[in-house]
């Protein structure tokens, strides 16, 4: 008998609700900002910005500015101290620990607790539910799920009270039930050093029946090439013949495909990606066919999308979900019941389709190189490099570029510093062709590039084995939803990564 089968279907009715999304997507939306502005009209914010008396979206966008981590952080730092009721009415007990801004090292996002149920929970479910859609012929309650999360600690030493990675708040404060169906313990799970957790997980885990994996593609690897040591097994699915799915997120699956393929062999393997922030979840792939993801519209999220190019604009204009174009970067901006309103997010996104509404992320409004006008973002960088690695052979473990301003022959160029997991035939051929794809998908690029005048070729430096972990291990963010800035556009970051380089591996 298969268990799956029988479970699966107490999620049909589930599935007919977000199938509604193709055709009721603005009322559903409308909905939720109507609800979302009602439930905070008595907090500080809301009689600040007269919540009682917003009538329509127009009212809401005329009346309360767009945010950013900058403008937030007042009310955040109350929060910690212990206040309530500022942002939102309910009880704030829990702070997602993110990667920081120009002015801090890291940033704490408020999580309520009806967040954690209608956002972050619910996403996971829907997850599951869209999953079996997809693979009728499932088994995956047959075995354990294996969840590879962050950890935390108490917020300003007060015990009533959580600061850490979204994925330590999730499994600290799930359903008890879960628990029979998921590894490792939570014991192990929260341990805050990274070597010695992957350890404990990688001995908890390898006698156990895996069915699916959640996490960060790039730690996860690291866990499963761990596991394939201690095993001295060639595959994962020797391991766990019975896995089928890894629900990844966090970063861009590009650069790992072919990792995963030499590490994974079975054809019944799937990989689904869900977009799961500390802010929120937001959208989770419905068709493996496509890489994008179905944008969830009904969960305690308001979403609003700001054009690229108005972004650091005093006062940008942003559009609701019926107002978007397709085939256009948009910054995402956020109202949420965990109190972030109109909250710009530092991610950017495409949409591709909208019966339903279906996007791909194409980078962050930070991440990026614009320093000759050429507009690079990290969706050209990961076509450029999937091409590159397609026509030498290669597999790019992690890369970081940069511009280089100015060298003493008067010339400008970007740097890329990247770390193969298989090197290329040449390194001057994947160079150039990395040089070229970004030309073919970016005109910007391309126009900079004409006759080398404004801009040179690329230069690509191999990166030593290990360099970006040890980076990382540096600043203190292994493990969990820290990763490596994939595009800057000053060399703060690659400096350091260059001078590191140069050391031996710690």
């Given at each position: 008998?298969?268990?799956?089968?029988?479970?699966?279907?107490?999620?049909?009715?589930?599935?007919?609700?977000?199938?509604?999304?193709?055709?009721?997507?603005?009322?559903?939306?409308?909905?939720?900002?109507?609800?979302?502005?009602?439930?905070?009209?008595?907090?500080?914010?809301?009689?600040?910005?007269?919540?009682?008396?917003?009538?329509?979206?127009?009212?809401?966008?005329?009346?309360?500015?767009?945010?950013?981590?900058?403008?937030?952080?007042?009310?955040?730092?109350?929060?910690?101290?212990?206040?309530?009721?500022?942002?939102?009415?309910?009880?704030?007990?829990?702070?997602?620990?993110?990667?920081?801004?120009?002015?801090?090292?890291?940033?704490?996002?408020?999580?309520?607790?009806?967040?954690?149920?209608?956002?972050?929970?619910?996403?996971?479910?829907?997850?599951?539910?869209?999953?079996?859609?997809?693979?009728?012929?499932?088994?995956?309650?047959?075995?354990?799920?294996?969840?590879?999360?962050?950890?935390?600690?108490?917020?300003?030493?007060?015990?009533?009270?959580?600061?850490?990675?979204?994925?330590?708040?999730?499994?600290?404060?799930?359903?008890?039930?879960?628990?029979?169906?998921?590894?490792?313990?939570?014991?192990?799970?929260?341990?805050?050093?990274?070597?010695?957790?992957?350890?404990?997980?990688?001995?908890?885990?390898?006698?156990?029946?895996?069915?699916?994996?959640?996490?960060?593609?790039?730690?996860?690897?690291?866990?499963?090439?761990?596991?394939?040591?201690?095993?001295?097994?060639?595959?994962?699915?020797?391991?766990?013949?019975?896995?089928?799915?890894?629900?990844?997120?966090?970063?861009?699956?590009?650069?790992?495909?072919?990792?995963?393929?030499?590490?994974?062999?079975?054809?019944?393997?799937?990989?689904?990606?869900?977009?799961?922030?500390?802010?929120?979840?937001?959208?989770?792939?419905?068709?493996?066919?496509?890489?994008?993801?179905?944008?969830?519209?009904?969960?305690?999220?308001?979403?609003?999308?700001?054009?690229?190019?108005?972004?650091?604009?005093?006062?940008?204009?942003?559009?609701?979900?019926?107002?978007?174009?397709?085939?256009?970067?948009y910054a995402m901006v956020i109202s949420t019941s965990c109190g972030l309103w109109r909250y710009?997010?530092?991610?950017?996104?495409?949409?591709?389709?909208?019966?339903?509404?279906?996007?791909?992320?194409?980078?962050?409004?930070?991440?990026?190189?614009?320093?000759?006008?050429?507009?690079?973002?990290?969706?050209?960088?990961?076509?450029?490099?999937?091409?590159?690695?397609?026509?030498?052979?290669?597999?790019?473990?992690?890369?970081?570029?940069?511009?280089?301003?100015?060298?003493?022959?008067?010339?400008?160029?970007?740097?890329?510093?990247?770390?193969?997991?298989?090197?290329?035939?040449?390194?001057?051929?994947?160079?150039?062709?990395?040089?070229?794809?970004?030309?073919?998908?970016?005109?910007?690029?391309?126009?900079?590039?004409?006759?080398?005048?404004?801009?040179?070729?690329?230069?690509?430096?191999v990166a030593r084995p290990g360099l970006f972990h040890d980076w990382l291990a540096q600043r203190?963010?292994?493990?969990?939803?820290?990763?490596?800035?994939?595009?800057?556009?000053?060399?703060?970051?690659?400096?350091?990564?260059?001078?590191?380089?140069?050391?031996?591996?710690?």
């Open positions: 008998m298969n268990i799956t089968k029988i479970i699966s279907k107490t999620f049909d009715s589930r599935l007919k609700q977000i199938d509604l999304y193709a055709t009721q997507a603005s009322e559903i939306q409308h909905s939720v900002l109507n609800r979302l502005v009602h439930q905070a009209a008595q907090t500080e914010w809301g009689k600040k910005y007269d919540y009682s008396s917003i009538r329509s979206y127009e009212d809401f966008r005329k009346r309360v500015p767009i945010q950013t981590y900058e403008e937030i952080k007042p009310y955040v730092e109350r929060l910690r101290a212990g206040e309530q009721n500022l942002l939102w009415p309910s009880e704030i007990r829990w702070f997602a620990k993110s990667s920081g801004t120009t002015n801090d090292k890291s940033k704490f996002l408020p999580v309520s607790k009806e967040a954690l149920q209608d956002i972050h929970y619910r996403g996971g479910k829907d997850a599951a539910a869209l999953y079996f859609r997809i693979n009728p012929d499932s088994h995956f309650f047959s075995g354990k799920g294996l969840i590879l999360g962050g950890s935390h600690s108490p917020n300003l030493n007060s015990n009533h009270s959580l600061v850490g990675d979204l994925s330590a708040i999730l499994i600290q404060n799930v359903n008890p039930l879960i628990n029979f169906v998921r590894v490792p313990s939570k014991k192990i799970a929260l341990m805050s050093e990274w070597e010695t957790k992957i350890e404990a997980i990688a001995n908890s885990t390898i006698p156990v029946n895996v069915t699916s994996l959640s996490g960060v593609p790039s730690w996860m690897l690291v866990l499963i090439k761990r596991i394939l040591e201690k095993t001295g097994k060639q595959t994962l699915e020797e391991v766990w013949p019975n896995l089928e799915v890894f629900f990844h997120g966090g970063v861009a699956f590009t650069p790992y495909r072919e990792q995963y393929k030499q590490v994974i062999h079975s054809p019944k393997m799937h990989y689904v990606e869900t977009y799961n922030a500390s802010e929120g979840y937001f959208g989770t792939q419905n068709d493996l066919s496509d890489p994008a993801m179905l944008l969830m519209i009904d969960y305690g999220i308001f979403y609003e999308f700001v054009p690229l190019e108005e972004v650091d604009k005093e006062n940008p204009r942003a559009y609701c979900l019926e107002e978007v174009e397709l085939n256009k970067n710009m997010i530092g991610d950017t996104v495409k949409f591709t389709g909208k019966n339903p509404y279906k996007f791909v992320i194409t980078g962050r409004t930070k991440h990026f190189i614009n320093a000759f006008g050429e507009e690079l973002i990290v969706d050209n960088a990961e076509k450029g490099l999937a091409k590159a690695c397609s026509e030498t052979g290669a597999q790019v473990s992690e890369y970081s570029a940069a511009p280089v301003f100015m060298d003493e022959h008067a010339k400008c160029r970007h740097q890329w510093l990247i770390e193969f997991a298989k090197m290329p035939d040449s390194v001057e051929k994947f160079a150039a062709i990395l040089d070229a794809t970004l030309k073919e998908v970016n005109s910007d690029y391309e126009a900079k590039r004409w006759k080398d005048i404004a801009l040179q070729p690329l230069e690509v430096i203190g963010k292994l493990g969990g939803q820290h990763k490596v800035p994939r595009l800057s556009n000053t060399r703060e970051y690659i400096e350091t990564m260059l001078a590191l380089n140069s050391s031996p591996q710690i």
